[in-house]
């Protein structure tokens, strides 16, 4: 069957041929399609569908100029090279460094990367630091991903064949709040830096249907199933929550509507269990303005699951054509890249590009058609067809960071205390 084919079919459709009819009327009476086959893997499903790996896009290597270019702009960039130039010409960037925390494991592994974001990048450029908190309004709306009043549906499940309150253990796992944040990030930046916490919100599109089966669903039981109506493989996925889709829907869009960074041009997206091992050899926000590019990734590489961006080549065509733009990137602007990830831990963008008319009305729509919810399109493939459709090659290019991998961890162990002032670990 040919790959697109599969792709362009609901979820329901995708189950039908591959499992036969009990499934399908499973499915149908609500139950969650992984619980009839709880050991499956993506790669299981993947098989018995007989899903191919998509084509690849062949990543481009740097040309000469722009590796040209790109070392010089480091160089310029490096500690000494700041401190060699006279006048304006040493100040900063424009620029700010964003967190996102929405969960209590995120408050925790950030009191592990501020301290050390301290002592390997601000001790040296002492850019501003906002980190985003879910507001009072966003916790009472989505009380069961940002509030633990109750044990979630979502995590709620059967230990020891009991079900009941008295047997399960739902950890909490409401949001952190502003005082709590405020709290790690004195403790870790202290009062010499400038750093603010600053609350967002957001609402579910109204594409998103949620399933009556859910809705009526006791917390007390476990099945209340997926949320919402048509979710894909991607979505459904074990494990994965609507936490993760806000989290889309905020890189998409809500992020660049913040009023906390209007005043700012560039930004610098850590995630909160990223962190720095080592002092950066140069300044990423003066290696961008150097650079003249409008977004830069760490890590760029393909993504294994067709599931989750199944339409997302074909919405992006359908806005292309509906909007008659001319798409900029040949290279880029094609079904493959809708595979291709630039990794959401690590990336800057430009604030004008992303606040510029087209690119809002596009995130606009993007967000409306339901799918970051459905499919779990995420902002890491999002980009790559964003910045094909709107921006020249070169805007993005094929050079990233290049931070060395010793320099930066993700989702790191940690052995003792880093101390921020010396930046030894006890
Ligand atoms: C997958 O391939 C097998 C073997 O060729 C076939 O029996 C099966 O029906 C196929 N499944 C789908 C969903 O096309
Ligand atoms: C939780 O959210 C639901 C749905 O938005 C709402 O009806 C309910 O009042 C909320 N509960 C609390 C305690 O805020
Ligand atoms: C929610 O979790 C927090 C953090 O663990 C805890 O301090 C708080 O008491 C909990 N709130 C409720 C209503 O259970
Ligand atoms: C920084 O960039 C923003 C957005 O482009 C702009 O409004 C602001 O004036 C700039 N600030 C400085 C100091 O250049
Ligand atoms: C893209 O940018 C490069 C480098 O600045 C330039 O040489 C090229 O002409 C541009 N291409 C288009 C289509 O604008």
Redesign the pocket.
Known sequence: MALRAVLGAGALALLRPACGLELARSAQEGLPWYELHPGWGLDDWKKELNLSDPPKVAFRKATTDERKAHDEAKRQCSIAGIASRRGSSRAMENGTIAYLVTR?SDLAQLSESLPRLRHHFLRFWPYPVKIFVVSDSLRQYDNDTF???TCKKDTYHHSDGTVGWGRISCT???APNKEEVRKVASESLGPDYDWEVAEFDLRVPEAVKVRPEWENCDRKHMGCGPRWENMNLCAAWPGIKPGYMHMNQFFTKVMYEQEALRKYKYYLRLDADFEFRETLKADPFCTMAQTGRKFIWQTRRHSGSPFCTQGLWEWFQKYQQDNGLTPQDPHFWRESSAMVNYVGYAGMGDLDFFRSEPVRKLAEAFNNDGRVYLNRWSDQTYYVLLFALFENHSAVGDIGFEWPDASWCHKCQHHGKFDPITGKTS
């Open positions: 209590r509030d633990n009043l909490p796992d409401n």
